[in-house]
């Protein structure tokens, strides 16, 4: 049985008192609940503080990126080893921003995979098609590429502890979101496309849903049976609509 995650990526937002007062909301709120793993990916900047405020919680966190380097001369970058060290145990992996803003490549992401996978951080691989490939029905044909190149790199192993969030690019950040049944249909893909290579990881991979999802479309995604949970961008920085998409997988 896979177990529900709801990711919140705050991208580039946020400050001390802004992130102190969002942790306290949904921390006080989450802990009681054992059925979801909550996860935030704070701006890097903040892990400290974020890892000072969870010591005692079960709310894990994970960052936006990672250099595929393991240290020395990249001015800005940071490493899997300095994420370790401040307790970090997620790392969000192409997702659609960088690919298009900072032009990651598939082989970039697929080595920051392979060193995310050495340093046992979960990578969480971003995958997804856009607004002109889905209307020339090129969708599945464009993730499974995505996900070829790091099974090519990294190996199928590389995906027992990972997890993959589609997330049409189309529907980050636009309000538009990806029907229940478009989104199962593109989940269901990605386990065939995994089961070709090693059924249990197909089975067990938890593979999430992201593009404006709120409060109100969320139940409906999470009804899918291939649907693990969310990564939620806009409603993560607000701590009621992010409680309030925890709560509609229960
Ligand atoms: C994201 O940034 O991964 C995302 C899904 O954003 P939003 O929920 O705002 O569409």
Redo the contacts with the bound molecule.
Sequence with gaps: MRQALIIG?W?MNGNLAENDELLNTISKSYDSNDEIEVVVCPPSIYMAQISQQLLNSKIKYGAQNVSANRNGAFTGEVSTAMLHDLGCSYV?LG???RRCLNHESDEQIADKFSAAVQAEITPVL?VGETLTQRQSKETFLVIAEQISIIIEEVGIKGFEHAVI?Y?PIW?????E?ASPEQAQAVHAQIRRQLAEHDLNISKNIQVIY?????ADNAKALFAQQDVDG???????LNADDFLNICKAYN
């Design positions: 990526n991208k969000l997702h659609s921003e971003c969030a997330e529907a980050i950040g636009t309000g979101t992201g593009g404006s999802v709120n969310a990564l939620v961008g806009g409603s993560s």
